[in-house]
């Protein structure tokens, strides 16, 4: 069955960089888009981004140059990196299949950016 | 960007009674393919969002037809018909029509 899942660091300190992965199974990387979002506690939801089944991506540019989104197909995995944290950036990130709408979310991961 | 302005904030409903929420866009969100990337997620309490509908009026696999999208251009609504305990959480509408994505600021349905 079709499954995402984050893992990445609990907490992240101020100005450092954060790196999540997204392992999904069920479907190939090649055929599906993966998409980042993101929740700060007890708000909305935000776009980030987004890794093309042909390899392309595509960035808010809300995060500017800052966010970089890879991937390892034979690994099954998407690459969450962002640079610069700061306070605000504190928010469970999620990834999510793209089959034109989000139609699998993974249970997202917590990340806090520590001063 | 394009912003999705959702209405009502929150809203307490009967078991059993109809619920509308509202997604006004500050674009159309008409595609030049003629399609319109409106969706409709429901994140409930501790989860992640979840599907309930895409342009503008397919429900999700598994998603029950007391939940309607409707709307076309820059104005939405989601209603759902005979509201059930495990309708509550946040709706957002989302639309995948412009560069960047953007999502609605949700609405809290809450079971009176």
């Known amino acids: 069955q079709v499954q995402l899942k984050e893992t990445g660091p609990d907490l992240v300190q101020l100005t450092q960089t954060l790196s999540i992965t997204c392992t999904v199974s069920?479907?190939?990387?090649?055929?599906?888009?993966v998409h980042w979002v993101r929740q700060p506690p007890g708000k909305g939801l935000e776009w980030m981004g987004a890794m093309w089944n042909g390899g392309g991506t595509d960035y808010n540019s809300a995060f500017k140059s800052r966010l970089s989104i890879s991937r390892d197909t034979s690994k099954s995995q998407v690459f969450l990196k962002m640079n610069s944290l700061q306070t605000d950036d504190t928010a469970k990130y999620f990834c999510?299949?793209?089959?034109?709408?989000?139609?699998?979310w993974g249970q997202g991961v917590m990340v806090t950016v520590s001063s | 960007d394009v912003v999705l302005t959702q209405t009502p904030v929150s809203l307490s409903v009967t078991l059993g009674d109809q619920a509308s929420i509202s997604c006004r866009s500050s674009?159309?969100?008409?595609?030049?393919?003629?399609?319109?990337?409106l969706e409709w997620y429901l994140q409930k309490p501790g989860q992640s969002p979840q599907l309930l509908i895409y342009e503008v009026s397919n429900r999700f696999s598994g998603v029950p037809d007391r939940f309607i999208g409707s709307g076309s251009g820059t104005d939405f609504t989601l209603k759902i018909s005979r509201v059930e305990p495990e309708d509550l959480g946040v709706y957002y509408c989302f639309q995948a029509t412009h560069d960047p994505l953007t999502f609605g600021s949700g609405t809290k349905l809450e079971i009176k």
């Open positions: 999510a299949r793209g089959a034109g709408a989000f139609d699998y």
């Open positions: 069920g479907f190939s990387l090649t055929t599906y888009n």
């Open positions: 674009q159309s969100l008409e595609y030049s393919d003629g399609y319109t990337y």
